[in-house]
């Protein structure tokens, strides 16, 4: 079954012997990513509206004033979130299946069948800067905890509103997302030969064991977050337009 299916995945776009819905799951995560993707750029386009009290959407952090960039300051803000992303281990298998159908799906017949570079060649070598996006990442992981911080105070008193939960769901989901990278597993307990060596190295050993356990649902995260973040703006635009009032709960 396995040698048909194989033959049958070489002969043109999609033959394939399998009966189940294999282009189920591209189609879905092609529609995902169009859709939240092409919100992101919307808002991160529009420059205004980005901003409630000291509620800040996530697409706009840190807040930054640049007389020297004409455009929406989102557009510099997001080029380290951008560069992570785009080079995940995740989304990078998500959206070459995805767009580039390559593979579409396990022995589905591809729709490039030329000779197989891998991610050798330009622009596809640049993927390996993902563990320099990582660091980057982390740094912007600070600001967006400093949002979460103000978006606890209104009128210089603590209080917590239904847009402070928007917000703080968007960064501790954007922080689950980050933590559970596979470069922040390698970085934590990649390099050790021994893990019982020494007590440093059980004390890596057990952080290591702690990332793994957050790197088995990087998937989940990865989608949680990029829906929370994209929430949280149009909560926080919404606000910023007079839509509706924000809800106090404490």
């Given amino acids: 079954m396995a040698e048909t299916a194989h033959a049958a ?10 009966r189940d819905s294999w282009w189920l ?35 706009y952090s840190p807040k930054i004033a640049a007389p020297w960039w004409p455009l929406s300051p989102a557009l510099l803000i997001l080029i380290p979130p951008l560069l992570f ?33 891998g991610e050798t060649g330009f622009p596809f070598v640049l993927q390996n800067l993902h563990r320099f996006a990582f660091y980057l990442a ?18 210089g008193r603590f209080g917590v509103g239904l847009g402070t939960l ?19 597993r390698h970085l934590v307990g990649g390099k050790l030969d021994c893990f019982s ?3 440093a190295a059980r004390g890596r050993h057990g952080a290591w064991l702690g990332v793994s356990a957050l790197n088995e649902h990087h998937m989940g995260f990865a989608w949680i977050s990029l829906v929370s973040v994209c929430f949280a703006d149009f909560y926080v635009r919404l606000l910023s337009m007079g839509v509706f009032h924000d809800v106090r709960l404490l």
């Fill in 25 to 59: 799951a591209p189609g879905l995560v092609a529609a995902g990513l169009l859709l939240l993707g092409g919100y992101a750029t919307w808002a991160a386009l529009q420059g205004t509206h980005f901003e409630f009290g000291r509620y800040l959407s996530p697409l």
């Fill in 197 to 199: 060596c020494t007590a």
């Fill in 166 to 184: 928007v917000i703080l769901a968007s960064t501790g989901t954007l922080t689950l997302y980050t933590f559970s990278c596979h470069s922040f």
């Fill in 138 to 155: 982390f740094l912007w992981l600070f600001f967006l905890w400093h949002d979460v911080w103000d978006a606890f105070w209104f009128d």
């Fill in 85 to 117: 992303r785009s080079t995940c281990y995740y989304y990078r298998k998500a959206y070459y299946r995805a767009f580039f159908l390559d593979p579409v799906a396990c022995a589905v017949g591809e729709l490039n069948r030329g000779k197989y570079t």
């Fill in 9 to 18: 995945s070489r002969e043109h776009f999609g033959s394939t012997s399998r």
